[in-house]
């Protein structure tokens, strides 16, 4: 019953305690210029509308760029720690699809750093063996930092 009642209420009234709507009906109705059909009509403003923004922290947190950026300098410096964390980024560059944007960017700065012309499908053989390595034996070949991917 209180919920019929409170549709006599005014809609900033209406959402009050069941023990008060009684009361708060009361002075509502004791005001003789109160339309309470009118305010019977009247609904509610819809419920806000509530965004989740979603934040990954971690390594989910880096954007594609940075985790070239991040996989190419740990590649690059060759360090035991840095094989670790490398052997972590893999799974997570592979998912994205970014193994060729880290082939690119090797390729492209050997074309930069090189004092002779290379051309671009040498750099980026060279690029891509430097990522992937050239055999499935491949910790013979490759360095200790590489990746085993």
């Given amino acids: 019953m209180a919920t019929?009642?409170?549709?006599?209420?005014?809609l900033a009234q209406r959402e009050c305690l069941a023990d008060r709507v009684l009361p708060a009906l009361r002075d509502a109705l004791a005001d003789p210029a109160y339309d309470w059909a009118a305010e019977m009509l009247l609904t509610p403003p819809p419920a806000?509308?509530?965004h989740q923004e979603v934040i990954r922290t971690g390594l989910d947190g880096l954007s594609d760029d940075q985790l070239v950026t991040i996989a190419y300098a740990l590649m690059a410096s060759c360090g035991a720690e840095e094989h670790d964390v490398l052997t972590d980024l893999e799974p997570l560059l592979r998912e994205r699809r970014?193994?060729?944007e880290l082939?690119?960017?090797r390729a492209m700065r050997a074309v930069r750093a090189s004092p002779h012309s290379i051309e671009e499908v040498s750099a980026w053989a060279h690029a891509s063996y430097?990522?992937?390595?050239?055999?499935?034996h491949?910790?013979?070949y490759?360095?200790?930092c590489q990746p085993d991917w």
């Fill in 4 to 10: 019929r009642l409170g549709r006599l209420l005014p």
């Fill in 48 to 50: 806000p509308i509530v």
């Fill in 98 to 100: 970014l193994v060729d």
């Fill in 103 to 105: 082939i690119e960017r």
């Fill in 130 to 136: 430097w990522v992937n390595g050239r055999s499935s």
């Fill in 138 to 140: 491949r910790t013979s």
């Fill in 142 to 144: 490759r360095r200790q």
